[in-house]
Protein backbone atom coordinates (compact mmCIF):
# COMPACT_ATOMS: atom_id res chain seq x y z
CA UNK A 1 0.00 0.00 0.00
CA UNK A 2 2.90 2.31 0.78
CA UNK A 3 4.53 1.57 -2.36
CA UNK A 4 0.94 2.74 -4.28
CA UNK A 5 0.76 6.16 -2.32
CA UNK A 6 4.20 6.53 -2.79
CA UNK A 7 3.67 6.08 -6.61
CA UNK A 8 0.73 8.12 -6.81
CA UNK A 9 2.70 10.91 -6.73
CA UNK A 10 4.16 10.68 -9.84
CA UNK A 11 1.55 12.37 -12.12
CA UNK A 12 2.21 15.96 -10.10
CA UNK A 13 6.14 15.29 -11.02
CA UNK A 14 7.42 14.72 -7.23
CA UNK A 15 8.84 11.67 -7.65
CA UNK A 16 10.25 9.45 -10.40
CA UNK A 17 7.89 6.47 -12.06
CA UNK A 18 8.07 2.87 -9.91
CA UNK A 19 8.74 0.21 -11.71
CA UNK A 20 6.38 -2.45 -12.67
CA UNK A 21 3.49 -0.31 -10.95
CA UNK A 22 1.42 2.74 -12.81
CA UNK A 23 0.57 5.71 -11.21
CA UNK A 24 -3.28 6.25 -9.89
CA UNK A 25 -4.36 9.66 -10.30
CA UNK A 26 -2.80 12.45 -7.93
CA UNK A 27 -4.01 12.27 -4.20
CA UNK A 28 -5.70 15.01 -3.63
CA UNK A 29 -7.77 16.31 -0.85
CA UNK A 30 -10.47 13.52 0.26
CA UNK A 31 -13.25 16.69 0.22
CA UNK A 32 -12.79 17.23 -3.68
CA UNK A 33 -14.79 15.54 -5.98
CA UNK A 34 -12.77 13.98 -9.16
CA UNK A 35 -15.42 13.70 -12.09
CA UNK A 36 -15.32 10.32 -14.06
CA UNK A 37 -17.45 11.36 -17.24
CA UNK A 38 -18.82 8.30 -19.49
CA UNK A 39 -18.75 9.55 -23.16
CA UNK A 40 -20.47 6.96 -24.80
CA UNK A 41 -22.76 7.46 -27.82
CA UNK A 42 -25.26 9.84 -25.84
CA UNK A 43 -22.09 12.30 -25.30
CA UNK A 44 -20.84 12.22 -29.16
CA UNK A 45 -22.61 15.76 -29.46
CA UNK A 46 -20.26 17.25 -27.11
CA UNK A 47 -17.08 15.05 -28.27
CA UNK A 48 -17.48 15.63 -31.86
CA UNK A 49 -16.56 19.18 -32.89
CA UNK A 50 -15.65 20.85 -29.41
CA UNK A 51 -14.12 23.97 -30.00
CA UNK A 52 -10.80 24.84 -28.27
CA UNK A 53 -12.64 26.34 -24.85
CA UNK A 54 -14.80 23.47 -24.77
CA UNK A 55 -11.80 21.16 -24.87
CA UNK A 56 -10.35 23.27 -22.35
CA UNK A 57 -13.45 22.71 -20.06
CA UNK A 58 -13.66 18.95 -20.23
CA UNK A 59 -10.23 18.75 -19.54
CA UNK A 60 -10.53 20.92 -16.06
CA UNK A 61 -13.98 18.92 -15.25
CA UNK A 62 -13.30 15.42 -16.18
CA UNK A 63 -10.74 13.58 -13.99
CA UNK A 64 -10.90 10.94 -16.41
CA UNK A 65 -13.06 9.62 -19.53
CA UNK A 66 -14.65 6.15 -20.21
CA UNK A 67 -13.99 6.57 -24.00
CA UNK A 68 -14.99 3.83 -27.13
CA UNK A 69 -12.13 3.09 -30.26
CA UNK A 70 -12.19 3.93 -32.50
CA UNK A 71 -14.34 6.82 -32.42
CA UNK A 72 -12.62 7.97 -29.60
CA UNK A 73 -9.06 7.21 -31.55
CA UNK A 74 -8.05 11.19 -32.89
CA UNK A 75 -9.67 12.83 -29.86
CA UNK A 76 -6.95 11.80 -27.03
CA UNK A 77 -4.45 14.59 -28.97
CA UNK A 78 -6.99 17.00 -26.99
CA UNK A 79 -8.42 14.93 -23.92
CA UNK A 80 -5.10 12.75 -22.85
CA UNK A 81 -6.81 10.65 -20.02
CA UNK A 82 -8.96 8.96 -21.54
CA UNK A 83 -9.39 5.29 -20.86
CA UNK A 84 -10.44 3.32 -23.35
CA UNK A 85 -13.41 0.40 -23.05
CA UNK A 86 -12.76 -3.38 -23.67
CA UNK A 87 -15.13 -6.19 -22.09
CA UNK A 88 -13.20 -8.98 -20.53
CA UNK A 89 -14.72 -12.14 -22.33
CA UNK A 90 -17.53 -10.85 -25.03
CA UNK A 91 -17.35 -12.22 -28.13
CA UNK A 92 -19.76 -11.15 -30.65
CA UNK A 93 -21.69 -12.67 -33.67
CA UNK A 94 -20.28 -10.57 -36.11
CA UNK A 95 -16.50 -9.95 -34.86
CA UNK A 96 -13.59 -11.54 -37.23
CA UNK A 97 -12.32 -13.94 -34.03
CA UNK A 98 -15.81 -15.78 -33.59
CA UNK A 99 -15.82 -16.75 -36.97
CA UNK A 100 -11.86 -17.76 -36.75
CA UNK A 101 -11.89 -19.08 -33.32
CA UNK A 102 -15.80 -20.34 -32.51
CA UNK A 103 -13.52 -22.85 -29.77
CA UNK A 104 -13.07 -19.57 -27.19
CA UNK A 105 -16.46 -19.39 -26.77
CA UNK A 106 -17.99 -21.64 -23.80
CA UNK A 107 -20.05 -23.90 -24.39
CA UNK A 108 -22.35 -26.28 -22.23
CA UNK A 109 -22.84 -30.88 -21.87
CA UNK A 110 -24.70 -30.32 -24.77
CA UNK A 111 -22.08 -28.44 -27.05
CA UNK A 112 -24.20 -25.35 -27.46
CA UNK A 113 -22.79 -21.84 -27.10
CA UNK A 114 -23.52 -19.66 -24.02
CA UNK A 115 -23.65 -15.98 -23.82
CA UNK A 116 -22.80 -13.25 -21.19
CA UNK A 117 -26.42 -12.84 -19.44
CA UNK A 118 -27.24 -9.27 -20.64
CA UNK A 119 -29.72 -7.96 -23.23
CA UNK A 120 -31.02 -11.32 -24.01
CA UNK A 121 -34.21 -11.62 -25.82
CA UNK A 122 -35.93 -14.58 -27.86
CA UNK A 123 -33.10 -17.18 -27.15
CA UNK A 124 -30.52 -14.91 -28.11
CA UNK A 125 -27.72 -12.68 -25.93
CA UNK A 126 -25.86 -10.09 -27.97
CA UNK A 127 -22.78 -11.49 -26.50
CA UNK A 128 -21.03 -15.09 -26.39
CA UNK A 129 -19.10 -15.86 -23.17
CA UNK A 130 -15.10 -16.12 -24.19
CA UNK A 131 -13.09 -19.01 -22.51
CA UNK A 132 -10.67 -17.01 -20.09
CA UNK A 133 -8.91 -19.62 -19.42
CA UNK A 134 -7.68 -20.30 -23.15
CA UNK A 135 -4.83 -18.74 -23.37
CA UNK A 136 -4.86 -17.96 -27.24
CA UNK A 137 -7.57 -15.88 -26.65
CA UNK A 138 -5.84 -14.17 -23.65
CA UNK A 139 -2.83 -13.71 -25.87
CA UNK A 140 -5.13 -12.02 -28.86
CA UNK A 141 -7.76 -9.75 -25.95
CA UNK A 142 -3.80 -8.41 -24.84
CA UNK A 143 -2.64 -7.79 -28.47
CA UNK A 144 -6.38 -5.88 -29.72
CA UNK A 145 -5.77 -4.22 -25.91
CA UNK A 146 -2.15 -3.17 -26.91
CA UNK A 147 -3.02 -1.65 -30.26
CA UNK A 148 -6.21 0.55 -28.74
CA UNK A 149 -3.87 2.05 -25.99
CA UNK A 150 -0.72 2.23 -28.48
CA UNK A 151 -3.33 4.88 -30.28
CA UNK A 152 -2.55 7.61 -27.29
CA UNK A 153 -4.91 6.01 -24.52
CA UNK A 154 -3.91 6.67 -21.06
CA UNK A 155 -5.60 2.88 -19.55
CA UNK A 156 -8.41 0.46 -19.91
CA UNK A 157 -11.94 0.00 -18.72
CA UNK A 158 -12.21 -3.52 -18.26
CA UNK A 159 -15.91 -4.28 -18.35
CA UNK A 160 -17.35 -7.74 -17.07
CA UNK A 161 -15.17 -8.20 -14.62
CA UNK A 162 -16.94 -11.36 -13.31
CA UNK A 163 -15.58 -13.67 -10.50
CA UNK A 164 -19.11 -14.50 -9.80
CA UNK A 165 -20.73 -16.89 -12.06
CA UNK A 166 -22.23 -14.74 -15.30
CA UNK A 167 -22.50 -17.39 -17.97
CA UNK A 168 -26.24 -18.10 -19.02
CA UNK A 169 -28.14 -19.65 -22.28
CA UNK A 170 -30.04 -17.23 -24.46
CA UNK A 171 -32.89 -16.83 -22.45
CA UNK A 172 -30.33 -15.22 -19.36
CA UNK A 173 -30.82 -18.57 -17.18
CA UNK A 174 -27.00 -19.50 -15.54
CA UNK A 175 -25.81 -22.20 -17.09
CA UNK A 176 -22.66 -23.66 -15.73
CA UNK A 177 -19.96 -24.54 -18.77
CA UNK A 178 -17.74 -27.41 -19.55
CA UNK A 179 -14.47 -26.67 -18.66
CA UNK A 180 -12.48 -27.26 -22.19
CA UNK A 181 -9.52 -27.90 -20.41
CA UNK A 182 -11.02 -31.38 -18.01
CA UNK A 183 -14.10 -31.80 -20.22
CA UNK A 184 -16.18 -31.55 -16.84
CA UNK A 185 -18.61 -28.52 -15.64
CA UNK A 186 -16.39 -26.07 -14.85
CA UNK A 187 -16.46 -24.97 -10.64
CA UNK A 188 -16.69 -21.38 -9.65
CA UNK A 189 -13.49 -22.02 -8.49
CA UNK A 190 -12.37 -23.05 -11.88
CA UNK A 191 -14.02 -19.36 -13.23
CA UNK A 192 -12.25 -17.46 -10.60
CA UNK A 193 -8.82 -18.83 -11.01
CA UNK A 194 -9.06 -18.37 -14.84
CA UNK A 195 -10.54 -14.81 -14.56
CA UNK A 196 -7.75 -13.91 -12.24
CA UNK A 197 -4.98 -15.10 -13.90
CA UNK A 198 -5.99 -13.15 -16.85
CA UNK A 199 -6.37 -9.89 -15.17
CA UNK A 200 -2.74 -10.78 -13.88
CA UNK A 201 -1.69 -10.87 -17.28
CA UNK A 202 -3.43 -7.77 -18.46
CA UNK A 203 -1.62 -6.09 -15.51
CA UNK A 204 1.88 -7.87 -16.44
CA UNK A 205 1.40 -7.07 -20.06
CA UNK A 206 0.33 -3.01 -19.51
CA UNK A 207 2.58 -2.08 -16.41
CA UNK A 208 2.47 1.87 -16.73
CA UNK A 209 -1.20 2.73 -17.77
CA UNK A 210 -3.90 2.63 -15.59
CA UNK A 211 -6.50 -0.12 -15.46
CA UNK A 212 -10.20 -0.35 -14.07
CA UNK A 213 -11.87 -3.35 -13.36
CA UNK A 214 -15.82 -3.27 -13.51
CA UNK A 215 -16.54 -5.73 -11.28
CA UNK A 216 -19.14 -7.33 -9.41
CA UNK A 217 -18.65 -5.92 -5.28
CA UNK A 218 -20.75 -9.12 -4.02
CA UNK A 219 -18.81 -11.49 -5.91
CA UNK A 220 -17.02 -13.65 -2.97
CA UNK A 221 -15.75 -12.79 0.37
CA UNK A 222 -13.59 -9.70 0.42
CA UNK A 223 -10.57 -11.48 1.69
CA UNK A 224 -11.05 -14.37 -0.44
CA UNK A 225 -7.33 -15.02 -2.14
CA UNK A 226 -9.17 -14.83 -5.82
CA UNK A 227 -10.89 -11.33 -4.96
CA UNK A 228 -7.70 -9.81 -3.68
CA UNK A 229 -5.56 -10.81 -6.51
CA UNK A 230 -8.23 -9.37 -8.67
CA UNK A 231 -8.18 -6.05 -7.00
CA UNK A 232 -4.66 -6.16 -7.07
CA UNK A 233 -4.21 -6.70 -10.56
CA UNK A 234 -6.26 -2.94 -11.11
CA UNK A 235 -5.75 0.73 -10.51
CA UNK A 236 -9.36 1.30 -9.87
CA UNK A 237 -12.64 -1.01 -9.09
CA UNK A 238 -15.62 0.42 -10.80
CA UNK A 239 -18.32 0.12 -8.51
CA UNK A 240 -21.52 0.61 -10.66
CA UNK A 241 -24.96 1.97 -9.70
CA UNK A 242 -22.97 3.26 -6.63
CA UNK A 243 -24.66 3.91 -3.24
CA UNK A 244 -27.93 4.28 -5.50
CA UNK A 245 -27.91 0.77 -6.35
CA UNK A 246 -31.75 -0.56 -5.49
CA UNK A 247 -30.65 -3.85 -4.15
CA UNK A 248 -28.34 -2.34 -1.28
CA UNK A 249 -30.00 -2.15 2.46
CA UNK A 250 -29.52 -0.62 5.60
CA UNK A 251 -26.71 -2.40 7.83
CA UNK A 252 -23.97 -4.47 7.38
CA UNK A 253 -25.91 -8.02 5.81
CA UNK A 254 -24.53 -9.60 2.64
CA UNK A 255 -26.72 -6.36 0.52
CA UNK A 256 -26.01 -3.95 3.29
CA UNK A 257 -24.60 -0.54 2.31
CA UNK A 258 -22.66 -0.70 5.40
CA UNK A 259 -20.85 -3.57 3.66
CA UNK A 260 -20.96 -2.01 0.82
CA UNK A 261 -18.59 0.45 2.41
CA UNK A 262 -16.82 -1.76 3.65
CA UNK A 263 -15.58 -3.43 0.50
CA UNK A 264 -14.53 0.14 -0.74
CA UNK A 265 -12.48 0.14 2.41
CA UNK A 266 -11.11 -3.73 1.53
CA UNK A 267 -9.99 -1.72 -1.97
CA UNK A 268 -8.29 1.16 -0.02
CA UNK A 269 -6.58 -0.78 1.85
CA UNK A 270 -4.48 -2.40 -0.76
CA UNK A 271 -3.70 0.98 -2.31
CA UNK A 272 -6.43 1.01 -4.84
CA UNK A 273 -9.33 3.83 -5.96
CA UNK A 274 -12.62 3.56 -6.48
CA UNK A 275 -15.53 4.82 -9.28
CA UNK A 276 -18.60 5.14 -7.65
CA UNK A 277 -20.79 4.74 -11.39
CA UNK A 278 -23.94 6.13 -9.86
CA UNK A 279 -27.19 5.75 -11.52
CA UNK A 280 -29.66 7.80 -9.78
CA UNK A 281 -32.14 9.46 -11.67
CA UNK A 282 -33.52 12.24 -9.10
CA UNK A 283 -32.27 15.27 -7.71
CA UNK A 284 -32.54 13.54 -4.29
CA UNK A 285 -30.55 10.45 -5.14
CA UNK A 286 -27.77 12.47 -6.85
CA UNK A 287 -27.01 14.20 -3.44
CA UNK A 288 -27.35 10.55 -1.56
CA UNK A 289 -24.91 9.32 -4.27
CA UNK A 290 -22.65 11.84 -4.28
CA UNK A 291 -22.98 12.00 -0.34
CA UNK A 292 -21.78 8.63 -0.47
CA UNK A 293 -18.87 8.95 -1.94
CA UNK A 294 -17.85 11.76 -0.03
CA UNK A 295 -18.11 9.02 2.92
CA UNK A 296 -15.45 7.22 1.22
CA UNK A 297 -13.29 9.60 -0.32
CA UNK A 298 -9.71 8.59 0.25
CA UNK A 299 -7.67 11.23 -2.01
CA UNK A 300 -7.57 8.74 -5.07
CA UNK A 301 -11.18 7.70 -5.91
CA UNK A 302 -13.79 9.22 -8.84
CA UNK A 303 -17.69 9.78 -8.85
CA UNK A 304 -19.47 9.06 -12.01
CA UNK A 305 -22.82 9.39 -12.88
CA UNK A 306 -24.94 8.54 -16.14
CA UNK A 307 -26.85 11.42 -16.64
CA UNK A 308 -26.06 13.92 -19.35
CA UNK A 309 -28.72 16.21 -17.76
CA UNK A 310 -26.26 17.34 -14.95
CA UNK A 311 -22.72 16.46 -16.63
CA UNK A 312 -22.45 17.26 -20.10
CA UNK A 313 -20.78 20.71 -20.62
CA UNK A 314 -23.06 23.24 -20.42
CA UNK A 315 -25.29 21.74 -17.91
CA UNK A 316 -23.15 20.75 -15.02
CA UNK A 317 -24.09 20.29 -11.37
CA UNK A 318 -21.53 22.19 -9.35
CA UNK A 319 -21.73 19.34 -6.84
CA UNK A 320 -19.08 17.77 -9.13
CA UNK A 321 -17.22 20.24 -8.35
CA UNK A 322 -17.03 20.68 -4.68
CA UNK A 323 -14.37 21.07 -2.53
CA UNK A 324 -15.01 20.52 1.14
CA UNK A 325 -11.17 20.05 1.45
CA UNK A 326 -9.57 17.77 4.01
CA UNK A 327 -11.27 14.76 5.64
CA UNK A 328 -10.69 15.32 9.54
CA UNK A 329 -11.11 11.16 9.95
CA UNK A 330 -13.34 8.45 8.44
CA UNK A 331 -16.97 8.26 8.51
CA UNK A 332 -19.09 7.38 11.74
CA UNK A 333 -22.20 6.86 13.05
CA UNK A 334 -23.96 9.54 14.73
CA UNK A 335 -27.11 10.14 15.87
CA UNK A 336 -28.51 7.01 13.75
CA UNK A 337 -27.03 8.68 10.86
CA UNK A 338 -23.46 7.83 9.17
CA UNK A 339 -21.38 11.10 9.34
CA UNK A 340 -18.33 12.29 7.63
CA UNK A 341 -16.43 15.85 8.68
CA UNK A 342 -14.43 18.18 6.70
CA UNK A 343 -12.27 20.91 7.01
CA UNK A 344 -15.06 22.68 4.87
CA UNK A 345 -18.57 20.87 5.72
CA UNK A 346 -19.82 17.66 6.34
CA UNK A 347 -21.45 14.94 5.04
CA UNK A 348 -24.86 13.15 6.67
CA UNK A 349 -26.57 9.87 4.94
CA UNK A 350 -29.53 8.15 6.44
CA UNK A 351 -29.23 4.16 5.19
CA UNK A 352 -31.99 2.61 2.71
CA UNK A 353 -35.28 1.75 4.75
CA UNK A 354 -34.41 3.56 7.76
CA UNK A 355 -37.15 5.94 9.67
CA UNK A 356 -35.99 9.94 9.30
CA UNK A 357 -34.21 11.38 11.25
CA UNK A 358 -34.11 15.41 12.75
CA UNK A 359 -30.72 16.87 13.70
CA UNK A 360 -29.49 20.03 14.52
CA UNK A 361 -26.20 21.17 12.43
CA UNK A 362 -23.52 23.58 13.47
CA UNK A 363 -24.53 27.47 13.11
CA UNK A 364 -23.36 28.89 9.98
CA UNK A 365 -23.73 25.43 8.01
CA UNK A 366 -25.48 25.78 4.33
CA UNK A 367 -26.71 23.09 1.56
CA UNK A 368 -24.54 22.78 -1.75
CA UNK A 369 -27.37 25.78 -3.14
CA UNK A 370 -25.72 28.03 -0.45
CA UNK A 371 -29.51 28.16 1.44
CA UNK A 372 -28.85 28.16 5.25
CA UNK A 373 -29.47 25.25 7.37
CA UNK A 374 -30.26 25.02 11.11
CA UNK A 375 -31.39 21.22 10.86
CA UNK A 376 -31.39 18.72 8.91
CA UNK A 377 -34.40 16.04 8.83
CA UNK A 378 -33.47 12.76 6.34
CA UNK A 379 -35.73 9.63 5.27
CA UNK A 380 -34.24 6.32 3.67
CA UNK A 381 -31.83 7.01 1.57
CA UNK A 382 -31.36 10.91 1.95
CA UNK A 383 -28.80 12.58 2.05
CA UNK A 384 -27.18 16.45 3.18
CA UNK A 385 -24.12 17.56 2.29
CA UNK A 386 -23.57 20.63 3.87
CA UNK A 387 -20.62 23.75 3.86
CA UNK A 388 -19.66 24.86 7.22
CA UNK A 389 -17.07 27.29 7.63
CA UNK A 390 -13.68 26.30 6.99
CA UNK A 391 -11.73 24.90 10.71
CA UNK A 392 -8.02 25.10 11.02
CA UNK A 393 -5.77 21.78 10.89
CA UNK A 394 -2.56 21.44 12.01
CA UNK A 395 0.15 20.83 9.17
Not at 38 to 62: N, V
Not at 90 to 101: N, Q, R, T, V
Not at 203 to 214: C, K, L, T
Not at 342 to 353: A, W
Amino acid sequence: MILRLVCAFVLVGLLAPCPGISAPLPMVSEGAVRFYNIADKDFDRFSLRPSGKQQQWMRKHYARMQTYSPYFDDRVTWYPNAWVYKDSYAIKPHWEIFESHPEWVLRDERDRMLYIPWGCRDGRCPQYAADVGNPDFRANWIAEARARVGRGYRGIWVDDVNLAWRVSDGEGNHVRPVNPRTGRPMTLHDWQTSFTQFMEEIRAAFPDIEIAHNSIWYADDFDKTAIVRQIEAADYINLERGATDPGLEAGSGRWGLERFLSFVDAIHARGRGVIFMDYGASERQREYGLAAWLLISSGIDLMSSNQLRWTAPGFFWTGYSLNLQQALGPRYQWKGLLRRDFRCGMVLLNQPERAKVRVHVPAGATDLQDKPIEQVSLGGSEAQILRTECVTTAN
